[in-house]
């Protein structure tokens, strides 16, 4: 089964800096795809960027970026320049490839990101 | 917009009453989806449908059940609640990968207590 770790339960960041947040994950397959996924306080999940795991070109979302490292199995987010309305948990989750009947996603534990004015 | 909709945001029941969670979508998703959120925990998978009448277990199905008669509605059912169920479950929905879109879409969540 696979698993994906966020080591880190709680993160700030001074407004307009730049923050990293760690996720590993571990797995047997070479098609899958990667998530990391933002829940402001009270309000709904969104997905904040997506990475195929054929793709070797790291994606990018305006001010979120990800280095996805394939061998390490790791994949983090960076996040530049950062405002305040980017305070919330984040949550890193893995989905294998396509693959009609299992299409679900495994979670990481989240990290919670405080942006400090 | 996709728009996944939960019936309730807030809900308190007491322990043994049977709950009803619905979860509507309105894209025609394939998938549909049952998490509870806990903190420290992340989100785990309760339940899962990939079409209409059908349902897989996820990694925590003890004591919920589903149903899903209709492709647009997928309802979690705690038969007898106890208080180890009080939790945020969240719904999400996402179209078959036929569609090549793999991304989960997900409902606001209903805090349930259960006392």
């Known amino acids: 089964a696979q698993t994906v770790t966020q080591s880190q339960p709680e993160m700030s960041v001074q407004e307009a800096e730049t923050v990293t947040l760690s996720c590993t994950y571990d797995t047997s397959e070479s098609d899958y795809y990667l998530f990391w996924y933002k829940q402001p306080p009270s ?61 679900k996603l495994t979670f990481g534990t989240g990290t919670r990101l405080t942006i400090i004015p | 917009d996709v728009k996944v909709t939960q019936s309730s945001r807030y809900l308190v029941k007491r322990t043994g009453e049977k709950v009803f969670l619905e979860c509507v979508q309105d894209m025609d998703h394939e998938n549909m989806f049952w998490y509870r959120q806990d903190p420290g925990l992340g989100l785990r998978l309760i339940y899962f449908s990939y ?20 492709k647009e509605r997928f ?3 705690l038969e007898s609640a106890s208080t180890n169920q009080t939790s945020m479950y969240l719904c999400a929905s996402s179209p078959s990968s036929r569609r090549g879109i793999a991304e989960q879409y997900f409902g606001p969540g209903t805090r349930l207590t259960v006392t």
Not at chain 1, 55 to 79: D, G, H, P
Not at chain 2, 51 to 70: H, L, Q
């Open chain 1, 43 to 103: 309000r709904q999940m969104i997905l904040v960027i997506r990475q195929e795991a054929y793709k070797q070109q790291n994606a990018t979302e305006n001010r979120f970026s990800v280095n996805f490292q394939k061998a390490a199995k790791s994949f983090s987010l960076k996040i530049s320049d950062s405002q305040l309305g980017d305070a919330a948990m984040y949550f890193c989750a893995y989905r294998t490839g396509p693959n009609f009947g299992n299409e």
């Open chain 2, 51 to 70: 079409d209409v009448k059908m349902k897989e277990k996820g990694d925590i199905p003890e004591g919920y059940s589903v149903s899903r008669e209709k």
């Open chain 2, 75 to 77: 309802s979690l059912i």
